[in-house]
Structures are given as structure tokens and as C-alpha cells.
């Protein structure tokens, strides 16, 4: 067949901003102490709670209900008992439906928000991480909704991730202060929990299994029989995963750091990326590796280690082992294959839902090449390169090139499916993913390589990157795009403050541009964010002025996209109003649109449908036909 020859960023697609936007967001995914499959789904802005019982059709199991996780970035929708999932909602409540039950049931009243409810083995006691905005606790209610709800421990600013021993007297959590942030330091505590007739347990004692300075601990874990407590540790450059013998007090590390990660940034309550066999025998864990995920499994006895196969899959997380026959169950996805519910049973992978029709030929679905670049400090930089993919079109220009920055900024882009890639790639563009300095997944000190330097080392990683694929004859250089949203809009701003002309245009959703007012108005939980990124005020004043682009906009001379969430209070309207007041003031050509309904993210499929719109329209006419 005879290739056609159009300009890069021109070509036709049949991948529509229809297709691409409607599809299902998965959540978490968890087994049941029976061994029943739980997991969430997000639907245009609604999630729904799905039941995959053994041998027989999954079942939805929630309505008109508004479940969502709502303490911080949300995550940590529900827990399991034998016969019930309980969920968190929009209003704070805790819910009951039971699994072959018919409707669910509040059983406490709606107050502040909730997250990561979890069930004594008996059912009898649901323990969860409770906000109002100010203060930050642990709650503990009667399962049956009789008792009123209380407080089980307050007195430090967050906590995340209660699980309870398998015999109902001990639980554990993580725990920790401002102006941390639970990639920072955090704590693993362990509290003895008594109980009497006809009242709500209590805390009688508290031990700290692990923490201290630059020490994180996450996602702890029980072993079946309840005599070891597991546990994610980084005290160096990479993660341990560590068991403590509950009866000797010993630890040791059955997974010892070998250049991975193991546990992700905790922006959400609910992450789970390890799980213990029924046996008590092995561990199943994920690793991330220069952005590709793989799944292993350790022997506790030996510590000897072996990877699984599961290929085509190069995302994974959110991992759970059946309690009943020990298969284990993930979100997967890979450059050519959507987000799907995967379940691995005697060695063979099963399908058991996907997020799309999965109608895309696999020649319209680009494979990254990861690309790597050298900081002005010595510092190798990592990204990965989308090419422009589809097999009606010979390349044969230099094709326009969108430079994606993700948020955070303590997070990572992943060799995955992002539905937003191949919508540009299809159509000429290549698509170019920075995980500057500041990103997780290349170590601590590489995370922590953006500290007192955010507005400076990501602006210059992104603009370094850049001028790599041009050199390497990957980009046109006229025709180079920089987008980012949240703490990657707030790259984007300052790109264009720092650098004009170095792009063509800028793509801004919901970014920062003014970091006093960040600084003022965030929630809670990155309150305290900026003192790491740029310094505490009032020392730092200096530098906040300097890295806040509403400050020196009238530098901005390349046209700029704006996009904003009306409900977003990570990121509030007037971050993006502030910008936008500057541009017009400047005539700096630009386009703004702020979308009803929608928060920090967007959710709904007719947003996603009209960005994708709004973002080609914008390209089209400051970019390929400029």
C-alpha cells in the first residue's frame, strides 16, 4: 500500500476524541477474605463498586451511590469482610452492602471525609482514616450501625493505610507530621487493642515497629497467621520489604533494594503493591523499573526471588492474593493494551475486565523509546519518546512534538496506555513523557533533587529534553509544544516565563502560577508541600516571587491553552484566573476554559472529549498552520 505524504500533524485518524474519552477508570482491586473479586470502576465521573463472584458473571453493586475516597487525593474507596464491601461516599458516610444483600446502608451519619475503611476478621469492627480539613484521625464504628461512631487515636497531622491482625487485638497504621509528606519520613506503629461487651474497642497500648529522619515506612501487612507484620521500607536509596516476627521482635528484609521501587508516592489512601500467599509462604510484590513494572514473588524462608511473566503487560499495580487459592489479581496496561483487570491463575493470565471496546489497531498505538539526557549539574535525565505512529503516513519531515510534564511533581510517568498519546500520535505529533529531576522511581536522592528547587530544575529539564530530541532529529524544532497539568502546568508557566520562544505554544491545565496563594490555599495534606519544594516563608519570599510565573507573565510571548477545574481545591480557579488576567493584559494570544463539575482531574467523558477537541483546535491554528 502506498503511504500517503501530509504534513506531521495533519495526518487523519480515525481515533476520535469520542472513542478515547469514553472508557473506564479502574481504582483498586481487592479479594475478599472468602476469595470474591472487588473493584472499582470510575464511569464519567461516577464510581461504581463491581463483584466478580467465582464461575459466574460480575455484578454491580452500587447505584445511586457516590462512592469515592475523600480524604486528601482521594483512593481507599472500601474494604472487604466475608459477606459485605463497605464504601466511603462523597458525604463522609461508611456504607454496608452485602455481597448477596440487595441495598446498602449507612452505618455512620455524614461528617467530614472518609477513607480506607478496613474490617476486623470477624466482621464486627470497621477501622478508617477520618478528615474534617483540619484534623486527621482514626475512627473506629460497630459494623451493624448500633454504636455511634468514635475516635480510636488522634495527635499527629495524617494517617493512612489501618489494617487489622488477623485475631482483632492489634492494628496497625502509618502515620506522620507537617511538614512532611509521606514520601519524606513517615511511621509504622502497632497498637494492642482491647474490647469489652456492648462498647467500641480502644487503644490500650502503642509500640513504633520502624521510622525516623528520611525514613519512610507504607503498606503494612499481616502475615495469614498473624505472626509476622510486613512492611515497605526506605531508609536508603531504594525500597526493602521487610517482615517483623511480631513473637521475637526480629526484622529482616526479604526483598532487599536492588535499583527498584516497590511502593509508589502515597498521593492516594488505598495503594497495595504486595500481598502475602494463604500459606504464609511467599510474598507476591511489584517492581518499577526505569518506568516498566514487573511482578515477582519471594520466598519468606530463603529469600529467594523469581519474576512472572507477564507479558504484554509493562504497568501494573493495586496487586491482591486470593486468600482462598492464592491467585493474584492487578490493574495492567502496556503501550498497546488499555487498562484491564488481570487475574494470573496457575501461571496463566485471565482477562477479567476492560476499560475499552479495545477496537484500536495495534499499528495506531505507539511503542516509547526511552530517552535519557544530561542535567547541567551531571545528573543523567530520564523520558520516554511516542512516536508520531500511524500506517497510512511515510514520516517524512521533522514532526511537531508536545513535551508532556507530569504532576505532582513527586510522581512518574510509566510505560503505559494513556488514551491522550495515541489521539496526537496518529495524527503526526510525537509525544515526548519528562520525568525530570524530582520523580519518583530513579531513588531517593534523585526524588529529592528537586527540593528547594521547584521553578528551576524541572523548567530546565524540560527545555534540556527538548533540545535532546531535536538534536537527535526527533522533533521539529519550530514546532515544539510544552503541556502539563497541576504541578506540570506550573512547569509549563514557567517554561514560557523563562524560555520564550523555546516552544511554540503551551498547554496549561489547572496549573500554579502563583506560589504565596498555593502556598495559603492548597489542602491539607500539601500544606506544607512547598516549604521541601521551594523553602519555608518568610525565608524563601524571594524565591517564591522569583518561581511564581503570575509575577513575571509579561515575559510570556508563545500562545497558551488554559484549562481549569470550576471545583478543584488542590488548585483553585484563580491560579489559572491570575495567568489568564496577564495574558489578555499582554495579548498573548490564549484560549481558557474552565469546566463546571469538575475538580483537581478531570473525570466526566465529555470534559476529556472536549480537552482533547479544544487542545487540536488550539495546536492547529498557533502551531501546524501558524
Same mark, same amino acid.
Given at each position: 500500500?502506498?503511504?500517503?505524504?501530509?504534513?506531521?500533524?495533519?495526518?487523519?485518524?480515525?481515533?476520535?476524541?469520542?472513542?478515547?474519552?469514553?472508557? =473506564?477508570?479502574?481504582?483498586?482491586?481487592?479479594?475478599?477474605?472468602?476469595?470474591?473479586?472487588?473493584?472499582?470502576?470510575?464511569?464519567?465521573?461516577?464510581?461504581?463498586?463491581?463483584?466478580?463472584?467465582?464461575?459466574?458473571?460480575?455484578?454491580?453493586?452500587?447505584?445511586?451511590?457516590?462512592?469515592?475516597?475523600?480524604?486528601?487525593?482521594?483512593?481507599?474507596?472500601?474494604?472487604?469482610?466475608?459477606?459485605?464491601?463497605?464504601?466511603?461516599?462523597?458525604?463522609?458516610?461508611?456504607?454496608?452492602?452485602?455481597?448477596?444483600?440487595?441495598?446498602?446502608?449507612?452505618?455512620?451519619?455524614?461528617?467530614?471525609?472518609?477513607?480506607?475503611?478496613?474490617?476486623?476478621?470477624?466482621?464486627?469492627?470497621?477501622?478508617?482514616?477520618?478528615?474534617?480539613?483540619?484534623?486527621?484521625?482514626?475512627?473506629?464504628?460497630?459494623?451493624?450501625?448500633?454504636?455511634?461512631?468514635?475516635?480510636?487515636?488522634?495527635?499527629?497531622?495524617?494517617?493512612?493505610?489501618?489494617?487489622?491482625?488477623?485475631?482483632?487485638?492489634?492494628?496497625?497504621?502509618?502515620?506522620?507530621?507537617?511538614?512532611?509528606?509521606?514520601?519524606?519520613?513517615?511511621?509504622?506503629?502497632?497498637?494492642?487493642?482491647?474490647?469489652?461487651?456492648?462498647?467500641?474497642?480502644?487503644?490500650?497500648? =502503642?509500640?513504633?515497629?520502624?521510622?525516623?529522619?528520611?525514613?519512610?515506612?507504607?503498606?503494612?501487612?499481616?502475615?495469614?497467621?498473624?505472626?509476622?507484620?510486613?512492611?515497605?521500607?526506605?531508609?536508603?536509596?531504594?525500597?526493602?520489604?521487610?517482615?517483623?516476627?511480631?513473637?521475637?521482635?526480629?526484622?529482616?528484609?526479604?526483598?532487599?533494594?536492588?535499583?527498584?521501587?516497590?511502593?509508589?508516592?502515597?498521593?492516594?489512601?488505598?495503594?497495595?503493591?504486595?500481598?502475602?500467599?494463604?500459606?504464609?509462604? &511467599?510474598?507476591?510484590?511489584?517492581?518499577?523499573?526505569?518506568?516498566?513494572?514487573?511482578?515477582?514473588?519471594?520466598?519468606?524462608?530463603?529469600?529467594?526471588?523469581?519474576?512472572?511473566?507477564?507479558?504484554?503487560?509493562?504497568?501494573?499495580?493495586?496487586?491482591?492474593?486470593?486468600?482462598?487459592?492464592?491467585?493474584?489479581?492487578?490493574?495492567?496496561?502496556?503501550?498497546?493494551?488499555?487498562?484491564?483487570?488481570?487475574?494470573?491463575?496457575?501461571?496463566?493470565?485471565?482477562?477479567?475486565?476492560?476499560?475499552?471496546?479495545?477496537?484500536?489497531?495495534?499499528?495506531?498505538?505507539?511503542?516509547?523509546?526511552?530517552?535519557?539526557?544530561?542535567?547541567?549539574?551531571?545528573?543523567?535525565?530520564?523520558?520516554?519518546?511516542?512516536?508520531?505512529?500511524?500506517?497510512?503516513?511515510?514520516? &517524512?519531515?521533522?514532526?511537531?512534538?508536545?513535551?508532556?510534564?507530569?504532576?505532582?511533581?513527586?510522581?512518574?510517568?510509566?510505560?503505559?496506555?494513556?488514551?491522550? =498519546?495515541?489521539?496526537?500520535?496518529? &495524527?503526526?505529533?510525537?509525544?515526548?513523557?519528562?520525568?525530570?529531576?524530582?520523580?519518583?522511581?530513579?531513588?531517593?536522592?534523585?526524588?529529592?533533587?528537586?527540593?528547594?528547587?521547584?521553578?528551576?530544575?524541572?523548567?530546565?529539564?524540560?527545555?534540556?529534553?527538548?533540545?535532546?530530541?531535536?538534536?537527535?532529529?526527533?522533533?521539529?524544532?519550530?514546532?515544539?509544544?510544552?503541556?502539563?497539568?497541576?504541578?506540570?502546568?506550573?512547569?509549563?508557566?514557567?517554561?514560557?516565563?523563562?524560555?520564550?520562544?523555546?516552544?511554540?505554544?503551551?498547554?496549561?491545565?489547572?496549573?500554579?502560577?502563583?506560589?504565596?496563594?498555593?502556598?495559603?490555599?492548597?489542602?491539607?495534606?500539601?500544606? &506544607?508541600?512547598?516549604?521541601?519544594?521551594?523553602?519555608?516563608?518568610?525565608?524563601?519570599?524571594?524565591?517564591?516571587?522569583?518561581?511564581?510565573?503570575?509575577?513575571?507573565?509579561?515575559?510570556?510571548?508563545?500562545?497558551?491553552?488554559?484549562?481549569?477545574?470550576?471545583?478543584?481545591?488542590?488548585?483553585?480557579?484563580?491560579?489559572?484566573?491570575?495567568?489568564?488576567?496577564?495574558?489578555?493584559?499582554?495579548?498573548?494570544?490564549?484560549?481558557?476554559?474552565?469546566?463546571?463539575?469538575?475538580?483537581?482531574?478531570?473525570?466526566?467523558?465529555?470534559?476529556?472529549?472536549?480537552?482533547?477537541?479544544?487542545?487540536?483546535?488550539?495546536?492547529?491554528?498557533?502551531?501546524?498552520?501558524?
Amino acid at each position: 500500500m502506498n503511504k500517503k505524504n501530509a504534513t506531521p500533524g495533519t495526518w487523519k485518524s480515525w481515533l476520535s476524541a469520542e472513542i478515547l474519552s469514553a472508557t =473506564i477508570k479502574f481504582g483498586d482491586v481487592q479479594f475478599s477474605p472468602t476469595g470474591e473479586l472487588i473493584w472499582s470502576e470510575g464511569r464519567s465521573g461516577k464510581t461504581v463498586l463491581i463483584r466478580k463472584p467465582e464461575g459466574d458473571a460480575f455484578q454491580e453493586l452500587t447505584t445511586d451511590e457516590q462512592v469515592r475516597g475523600g480524604v486528601g487525593y482521594g483512593g481507599g474507596e472500601f474494604g472487604l469482610s466475608n459477606d459485605a464491601v463497605y464504601f466511603t461516599t462523597k458525604d463522609g458516610r461508611l456504607y454496608q452492602r452485602k455481597l448477596k444483600g440487595y441495598r446498602s446502608k449507612p452505618i455512620i451519619p455524614s461528617y467530614g471525609s472518609i477513607a480506607s475503611p478496613v474490617i476486623s476478621l470477624d466482621g464486627d469492627w470497621a477501622v478508617y482514616v477520618f478528615s474534617d480539613g483540619d484534623v486527621d484521625l482514626l475512627g473506629i464504628a460497630d459494623t451493624s450501625g448500633k454504636l455511634w461512631p468514635d475516635k480510636l487515636l488522634e495527635g499527629s497531622d495524617f494517617y493512612m493505610q489501618p489494617v487489622w491482625h488477623p485475631n482483632g487485638n492489634k492494628l496497625a497504621w502509618i502515620e506522620w507530621d507537617h511538614p512532611n509528606m509521606p514520601w519524606d519520613e513517615t511511621r509504622l506503629k502497632l497498637a494492642k487493642i482491647e474490647r469489652s461487651p456492648g462498647s467500641l474497642p480502644w487503644i490500650a497500648e =502503642i509500640e513504633t515497629i520502624e521510622g525516623g529522619k528520611n525514613i519512610t515506612v507504607s503498606q503494612p501487612q499481616f502475615s495469614p497467621d498473624g505472626r509476622y507484620l510486613s512492611y515497605i521500607l526506605c531508609e536508603n536509596e531504594w525500597d526493602d520489604l521487610v517482615i517483623c516476627d511480631l513473637e521475637t521482635g526480629e526484622t529482616r528484609k526479604v526483598v532487599e533494594g536492588d535499583g527498584s521501587v516497590v511502593a509508589k508516592p502515597a498521593w492516594v489512601q488505598g495503594n497495595h503493591e504486595y500481598g502475602w500467599s494463604p500459606e504464609g509462604d &511467599r510474598v507476591y510484590y511489584l517492581q518499577i523499573h526505569d518506568s516498566f513494572s514487573t511482578l515477582w514473588q519471594v520466598e519468606v524462608s530463603t529469600g529467594q526471588k523469581r519474576q512472572i511473566d507477564v507479558s504484554p503487560y509493562t504497568y501494573l499495580h493495586q496487586l491482591t492474593v486470593s486468600p482462598k487459592d492464592g491467585s493474584v489479581a492487578f490493574i495492567a496496561s502496556g503501550p498497546t493494551v488499555s487498562d484491564r483487570i488481570v487475574q494470573l491463575v496457575d501461571g496463566r493470565l485471565q482477562i477479567l475486565r476492560r476499560c475499552s471496546s479495545e477496537n484500536i489497531p495495534p499499528g495506531l498505538l505507539p511503542i516509547p523509546k526511552p530517552i535519557e539526557w544530561e542535567a547541567s549539574d551531571g545528573t543523567k535525565v530520564h523520558g520516554l519518546y511516542y512516536p508520531p505512529t500511524n500506517p497510512d503516513y511515510e514520516l &517524512r519531515n521533522l514532526p511537531p512534538v508536545i513535551v508532556n510534564i507530569h504532576g505532582g511533581p513527586t510522581s512518574q510517568q510509566y510505560v503505559r496506555y494513556d488514551p491522550t =498519546i495515541p489521539y496526537f500520535t496518529s &495524527r503526526g505529533y510525537g509525544w515526548f513523557e519528562v520525568n525530570y529531576r524530582g520523580s519518583t522511581g530513579y531513588g531517593k536522592n534523585y526524588q529529592q533533587m528537586l527540593y528547594d528547587q521547584w521553578g528551576k530544575a524541572d523548567v530546565d529539564d524540560a527545555v534540556d529534553g527538548a533540545r535532546k530530541l531535536v538534536d537527535m532529529k526527533l522533533a521539529d524544532p519550530d514546532r515544539l509544544v510544552i503541556k502539563g497539568g497541576s504541578a506540570g502546568g506550573y512547569t509549563v508557566l514557567n517554561v514560557l516565563v523563562q524560555f520564550p520562544g523555546a516552544f511554540a505554544a503551551g498547554i496549561d491545565m489547572y496549573g500554579v502560577s502563583d506560589l504565596f496563594s498555593l502556598a495559603v490555599d492548597t489542602h491539607k495534606f500539601e500544606l &506544607r508541600y512547598t516549604d521541601k519544594l521551594v523553602g519555608s516563608l518568610p525565608d524563601a519570599s524571594e524565591r517564591y516571587r522569583e518561581w511564581s510565573p503570575v509575577f513575571h507573565a509579561e515575559k510570556i510571548q508563545d500562545p497558551v491553552a488554559v484549562f481549569q477545574g470550576a471545583d478543584d481545591v488542590v488548585v483553585p480557579p484563580n491560579q489559572s484566573e491570575m495567568i489568564v488576567e496577564e495574558l489578555k493584559k499582554n495579548r498573548v494570544p490564549y484560549i481558557y476554559k474552565l469546566y463546571e463539575g469538575e475538580g483537581h482531574g478531570f473525570r466526566k467523558a465529555e470534559t476529556r472529549k472536549d480537552l482533547l477537541l479544544s487542545i487540536e483546535k488550539f495546536l492547529n491554528e498557533h502551531v501546524i498552520f501558524a
